[in-house]
């Protein structure tokens, strides 16, 4: 429960009392009260690399169990790409323990309810820092560190809020550490006012953060704070705003000239990254395991070693395959399109099925379920997208503009450049292209939300479903009541109605 994160996360901090300034060193875990850990610099860089922490958790699946855990898909990948046209699950008769409801647009009270308690936790997290590093008894060896550490955890928070309210809309603010339980208990305030909050944090983190150049690896950016101002300003429709920030991004970032590039695990953080959560394959507590979740279930040994080249391949049984491209999403590809073969292979299971899998995070590693793939949040090319986007939603007939932009996309996957040129042409092209180019990063469902597309979209998607079910990876036609849940907001918990007294 939020409530109960929040006052645990105020009254004792789970820091990394030995961590090194590389937050993915093996920490020596140990629990200090705030009154006597925020003393010396180290202190708050061991502070902020707990912020990240819990986040590399959330972003990852089957943590602490092996490959035959709960391979339940990321709730980025559950949220973008399973609640929407692009992924489907593979039907596993060996197992029947899963949740399809994501997929399958099922009306479920619960459904996305249990992740606003990890988005208190980094809250809370950053609060700790940021109720601190401000007291001038501190010694800084170089004030520069104390800018960049208080702009990670600004942004941090900012991005925390941003996807409370996108997912809930309301949302409980809490912008000091929590010490009793009268400050845990707070009313829900609007959408606009955790906006607020998102833009005031993130616009100081800009202020703060260095360049992409000057940062630690693995670390927030003032381009990753404009990018989050950007995609807010975007939902806004604060178009111009949104045009000024991503074109601030343009002597930083750059596409790389090969798709398949992007994702490889070979050249991390480069020049397309704009902020992505880091994992690292030698230790398992900060792995990566979202292939396992996307491998057609039940799987042999021979050929997990196959694609994986790990030295202790399992048999993959206790699990169900997500994240597996819809027919729908398969169809939208153009004829020459390279990131069709850099995105999906055939692969084919025990049971003899031969599926199209997503390869975006299918790269060698060593040992079971400890990959080395970190997971993209932001990057150049949905920048030049939203860039589109922004300029063709502005009055003045600049869609040749827009498309330029666009085509830049189109041109790295060797397209040629979009016929589209009316604004309506010009909406329908950038909504296909981050179809295609971000499939499986966490964004279809976000777009058709913002495109105002959710219903018809998921009512004609949910009639091809029904009509070519086996198609769609199932054995028989989904439930009544599958594809008639157009919720854009989600509930809370219900415990935290029960715990939290000024919640109605």
Request: contains cysteine.
């Amino acid at each position: 429960m939020k409530f109960k994160h929040i006052l645990l996360a105020g009254l004792t901090i789970a820091l990394f009392a030995t961590c090194s300034e590389d937050f993915l060193d093996v920490p020596s875990k140990a629990d200090l009260t705030s009154a006597v850990y925020f003393k010396t610099q180290s202190d708050f860089v061991a502070a902020v690399n707990g912020i990240y922490s819990p986040m590399q958790d959330f972003f990852d699946v089957g943590q602490g169990g092996g490959a035959n855990a709960n391979n339940d898909a990321s709730p980025m990948f559950q949220i973008g790409d399973m609640h929407s046209d692009n992924g489907r699950y593979l039907y596993n008769p060996n197992y029947r323990a899963v949740n399809e409801v994501p997929a399958d647009f099922t009306p479920d009270a619960t459904m996305f309810s249990g992740f606003w308690n990890d988005f208190y936790d980094w809250i809370a997290r950053a609060n700790q820092v940021l109720a601190k590093i401000d007291n001038p008894d501190i010694v800084w060896k170089n004030t520069n560190v104390k800018d960049n550490l208080k702009g990670q955890a600004l942004f941090l928070r900012a991005y925390s809020y941003w996807w409370l309210t996108q997912l809930y809309g309301d949302a409980c603010i809490h912008l000091e550490p929590v010490t009793s339980v009268d400050q845990a208990s707070v009313p829900l305030s609007p959408r606009a006012d955790i906006i607020d909050i998102v833009k005031s944090d993130a616009t100081e983190a800009s202020t703060l953060l260095p360049g992409k150049a000057a940062q630690e690896t693995g670390r927030v950016t003032s381009g990753a704070a404009k990018m989050l101002l950007a995609e807010v300003a975007i939902w806004e429709k604060d178009y111009g705003t949104a045009e000024t920030l991503l074109e601030g991004l343009s002597g930083e970032y750059s596409l790389l000239d090969n798709y398949a590039d992007v994702f490889s695990t070979s050249a991390e953080n480069h020049a397309e990254i704009i902020f992505d959560i880091q994992y690292d394959k030698v230790e398992a507590e900060y792995s990566s395991r979202f292939v396992y979740s996307m491998f057609p279930w039940p799987l042999s040994r021979d050929t997990l070693e196959a694609l994986t080249g790990i030295s202790d391949a399992v048999d993959l049984t206790a699990g169900e395959g997500y994240c597996f491209p819809s027919p729908d999403l398969l169809d939208n590809y153009e004829a020459g399109d390279e990131r069709l073969a850099a995105t999906y292979k055939y692969v084919t299971n025990t049971n003899n099925q031969r599926v199209p899998m997503c390869i975006k995070y299918l790269h060698p590693h060593q040992l079971l379920a400890r990959g080395d793939d970190n997971l993209h949040i932001y990057r150049y090319a949905e920048a030049l997208l939203y860039l589109a986007e922004a300029i063709n939603e502005q009055p003045g007939g600049r869609q040749a503009e827009a498309m330029g932009y666009v085509n830049q996309v189109r041109a790295r996957a060797g397209l040629a450049d979009s016929p589209a040129a009316t604004q309506e042409e010009v909406r329908a092209a950038i909504l296909q292209e981050r179809r295609i180019e971000l499939a499986f990063e966490g964004k279809r469902f976000w777009d058709l939300v913002r495109f105002d597309m959710l219903e018809p979209v998921i009512t004609a998607y949910g009639a091809e479903v029904r009509a070519n079910f086996a198609a769609y990876y199932l054995a028989g036609p989904p439930a009544p009541l599958a594809f008639t849940d157009f919720r854009t907001k989600f509930n809370i918990p219900d415990a935290e109605r029960l715990y939290n007294s000024e919640i109605d």
